[in-house]
């Protein structure tokens, strides 16, 4: 990563904040994004993975990349790498830092694809770095337990350097690595209240803030954290335009609701610390008389855990098979959901599609259907929605 990207001359020339964790990445680019835009500055976002399409990963200016330009990143990428090889992804990062260096950016965001120390986003040396949450997921490339993902997800702290630590009581490698530590709790926190919040840290109090448009308790923490980052860069935002940020911030696929009946619920959860945020929103989202889950997943993932967790808020499971060589079938999360013990009525389907198609004609329009597991889960359900399927 590093040898090409100095062939691209690609280094971005503005402030660099760079976003990691098992959990609430995407929701902390997202915020960081919103308010700084609401501020008028010019941004470049790149995130991972996509739902639908490609051009999602990278947006300028608050817009996703047209083809013609991301086809011209590439075709940069793979006339400079020689004979260097690249994964998918670090042709991808590539691309996007070629695209940024040639915005005239005033500030980048860059998510972490797996965990930091080895990840492409990695070959950047962020001005900051926010570390999100430290959880249990690809144990087969970051270990099996916090510390050993820890240290990994860490390697994108940078000595002399901000590093925001939002993960609650994070492990102890993350607390040996480099960087200049900003911890939840000790150096910046908030207070919740009923109908706003109020934020402390090295920028001082920020009060009466509306809650973020994201939905969920967790998105407090995560909101936090971005604005502990723009404190320690010292980017000048005003109090109105944190709150226009907070409040125009949109995120597909987490804990996303869609407009009708019966209730749709989009929820890219995959693993047991994303299921569990989960079974805590469904428990704080309203009663309905079913709540119908549609969930496919990758086999690569915790599936006993992830089911495990949400289990206690469904009533009636939907369980379906995902393409390519990673996807576990029907019939894994089945006898995984058996595992896990749960005892509520399943049906196997052969697609997500399929999967929602029958959660729906079950449904009355009292009812909630949740659908998890996987960002392909979530996409496809998202693409064949747009294709002008209505929910009833």
């Keep these: 990563m590093s040898e090409v990207l100095g062939r691209l001359c690609a280094a971005p020339a503005c402030p660099v904040i760079t976003v990691g964790g098992t959990n609430g990445k995407g929701s902390t680019c997202a915020m960081l994004e919103s308010i700084l835009r609401a501020a008028g500055y010019r941004t470049g976002l790149y995130t991972s993975p996509h739902l639908v399409r490609y051009n999602e990963r990278v947006r300028i200016a608050g817009l996703e990349a047209e083809d013609r330009p991301l086809c011209e990143a590439f075709a940069e990428v793979e006339k400079v790498r020689g004979q260097t090889p690249l994964t998918y992804f670090e042709f991808g990062t590539l691309a996007a830092l070629w695209l940024f260096a040639r915005e005239n950016l005033d500030a980048a965001v860059l998510e972490v694809g797996l965990g930091g120390r080895l990840d492409a986003v990695n070959a950047v040396d962020a001005d900051c770095a926010v570390l999100t949450s430290v959880g249990i997921d690809h144990v087969e490339y970051l270990g099996a337990d916090r510390e050993s993902i820890?240290?990994?997800?860490?390697?994108?702290?940078?000595?002399?350097?901000?590093?925001?630590?939002?993960?609650?009581?994070?492990?102890?490698?993350?607390?040996?690595?480099?960087?200049?530590?900003?911890?939840?709790?000790?150096?910046?926190?908030?207070?919740?209240?009923?109908?706003?919040?109020?934020?402390?840290?090295?920028?001082?109090?920020?009060?009466?803030?509306?809650?973020?448009?994201?939905?969920?308790k967790v998105q407090l923490r995560n909101a936090a954290a971005a604005l502990c980052a723009l404190d320690a860069l010292e980017l000048p935002i005003t109090m109105q335009e944190i709150r226009r940020g907070l409040a125009e911030v949109v995120l597909a696929g987490r804990f996303q609701v869609l407009p009708g009946r019966p209730q749709v619920i989009l929820d890219v959860a995959h693993n047991p610390q994303a299921a569990k945020t989960l079974e805590q929103n469904l428990a704080a989202s309203g009663f309905a008389p079913e709540t119908i889950a549609v969930c496919g997943m990758l086999r690569d993932k915790d599936l006993a855990g992830v089911l495990r967790e949400v289990a206690p808020r469904i009533t009636r499971w939907h369980f379906a098979s995902l393409s390519g060589p990673r996807a576990a079938t029907a019939e894994d999360l089945k006898e995984a959901f058996l595992r896990a013990e749960g005892n509520a009525p399943v049906e196997l389907h052969a697609s997500p599609r399929e999967a929602f198609e029958a959660a729906r004609e079950h449904a009355g329009e009292n009812d909630k259907i949740v659908v998890f597991g996987s960002f392909l889960t979530v996409g496809e359900i998202i693409a064949w929605l747009r294709l002008g399927t209505s929910i009833r």
């Design 150 to 216: 820890g240290r990994e997800k860490a390697g994108i702290f940078r000595t002399g350097r901000p590093a925001v630590i939002a993960a609650p009581d994070p492990p102890q490698s993350v607390m040996q690595a480099a960087g200049e530590k900003r911890l939840l709790g000790k150096d910046f926190g908030y207070v919740a209240d009923a109908s706003q919040w109020t934020y402390w840290g090295p920028g001082g109090r920020r009060a009466g803030l509306a809650y973020p448009a994201l939905r969920g």
